[in-house]
T-cell receptor, first 112, second 114 residues
Framework: QKEVEQDPGPLSVPEGAIVSLNCTYSNSAFQYFMWYRQYSRKGPELLMYTYSSGNKEDGRFTAQVDKSSKYISLFIGDSQPSDSATYLCAMRSQTGANNLFFGTGTRLTVIP | ETGVTQTPRHLVMGMTNKKSLKCEQHLGHNAMYWYKQSAKKPLELMFVYNFKEQTENNSVPSRFSPECPNSSHLFLHLHTLQPEDSALYLC?????????????FGEGSRLTVL
């Protein structure tokens, strides 16, 4: 079983749609949860991170963590063509500072 | 130059060649990483250096040899690679005092092994 499972997509939505991206994981020691965004021919960049369970909002982006279900989500509101990218979830334990476990990434296309 | 810079951006090599990938970070960070990114697979951590000392080596074949001469530079020396080693190799850096899990990635070196 993989440490982190993520549907690779691809996912295509019309501009203005609400997008939901998800990951599941198996290791209950994971405490920090990150979402990275990777544009074509670029390296990933950190979009948001959350610690333990709960929600975090940043503009149109909302990250949710449900540790009881081992399930994390990223919601993108009023999606824009500039949101078209691959979104990777990542997570680590309290002590695993240098060891992130990544999902495979979900490729998102927002159609104007 | 700012951020994390990787050269070359593209590399094609035969199985008997020797080549090197270079990474330079201008962020003053104290940790540097090599990751391998293959299609439909998660990012694979290969090597980690903290303050120039290698702290992680995730069972990477010896045909990949890292070198970290100082906290700003990281190399990945390649020799007698296999076609399955074709992938995007990403360098990243981080600072211990930064946000948890925040890695700053370069744009990657796309490697093709013939």
């Amino acid at each position: 079983q993989k440490e982190v499972e993520q549907d690779p997509g691809p996912l295509s939505v019309p501009e203005g749609a609400i997008v939901s991206l998800n990951c599941t994981y198996s290791n209950s020691a994971f405490q920090y949860f990150m979402w990275y965004r990777q544009y074509s021919r670029k390296g990933p960049e950190l979009l948001m991170y959350t610690y333990s369970s709960g929600n975090k909002e940043d503009g149109r982006f909302t990250a949710q963590v449900d540790k009881s279900s081992k399930y994390i989500s990223l919601f993108i509101g009023d999606s824009q063509p500039s949101d078209s990218a691959t979104y990777l979830c990542a997570m680590r334990s309290q002590t695993g500072a240098n060891n992130l476990f990544f999902g495979t990434g979900t490729r998102l296309t927002v159609i104007p | 130059e700012t951020g994390v810079t990787q050269t070359p951006r593209h590399l094609v090599m035969g199985m008997t060649n020797k080549k090197s990938l270079k990474c330079e970070q201008h962020l003053g960070h104290n940790a540097m990483y090599w990751y391998k990114q293959s299609a439909k697979k998660p990012l694979e951590l290969m090597f980690v250096y903290n303050f120039k000392e290698q702290t992680e080596n995730n069972s990477v074949p010896s045909r990949f040899s890292p070198e970290c001469p100082n906290s700003s530079h990281l190399f990945l020396h390649l020799h007698t690679l296999q076609p399955e080693d074709s992938a995007l190799y990403l360098c990243a850096s981080s600072q211990a005092s930064g946000a948890p899990g925040e890695l700053f990635f370069g744009e990657g070196s796309r490697l093709t092994v013939l």
